[in-house]
């Protein structure tokens, strides 16, 4: 499945305007405010087995997410593992101009959590020269869709940083906890 984003923006006075549109399957018509800083189509594609884009995620994650404590070859393979059975989840891959800028995935498990509920939102990542462009919310709302589509009412994710990107959107907090060393913060979404 592959969703465009069409982002534009206006300035009047001082205050910037900034909409954005997602195209895709009759099952998800919207329309939703985010942040975007350019004109840019931004593509939302579900990663295939042997894609180019799955290593390119699999290096991101090990270079971004140290409570993985696993090597590239690892989670390459674990991801290509993930993206050939769809049962159990979804790699969501954003790109724009035909590059990969960010990911996220739908998971039924988290790595040995701290609360036994499910499914997660996991692994949300996005290029630091696209960040605050609207990406993460594109991705994260990207997920929570695959998630309703999946018949799930509620979505959870462990964050250390940020709760308050989370919360501008529905998330609220359900517990904090040191999860894999790491002080985060259990976040939860009814769907």
Not at 26 to 53: K, N, Q, W
Not at 81 to 108: N, T, Y
Request: aromatic share 10%; net charge neutral.
């Amino acid at each position: 499945m592959s969703v465009v984003v069409r982002c534009s923006f206006w300035i009047a006075g001082i205050v910037a305007h900034r909409k954005w549109s997602i195209y895709c399957s009759e099952r998800f018509r919207s329309r939703h405010e985010v942040y975007c800083f350019a004109m840019t189509d931004i593509r939302i594609l579900t990663a295939e087995p042997g894609a180019i884009e799955v290593a390119i995620c699999a290096r991101w994650r090990v270079n971004s997410f140290s409570m993985l404590r696993t090597s590239f070859e690892e989670e390459l393979r674990s991801l290509q593992q993930f993206a050939a059975d769809r049962s159990l989840g979804v790699l969501l891959v954003a790109k724009a101009d035909g590059a990969p800028i960010g990911a996220c995935l739908l998971v039924e498990s988290e790595f040995e959590p701290n609360h036994d509920v499910a499914p997660w939102l996991t692994g949300l990542f996005v290029v630091p020269e696209h960040r605050n462009e609207g990406v993460g919310t594109i991705l994260v709302r990207a997920i929570e869709d695959q998630a309703r589509q999946r018949g799930f009412s509620r979505l959870n994710l462990y964050t250390s940083e940020a709760t308050g990107f989370y919360a501008r959107f529905g998330w609220s907090t359900a517990d904090r906890t040191n999860w894999r060393g790491v002080d985060a913060t259990l976040m939860v979404r009814d769907l």
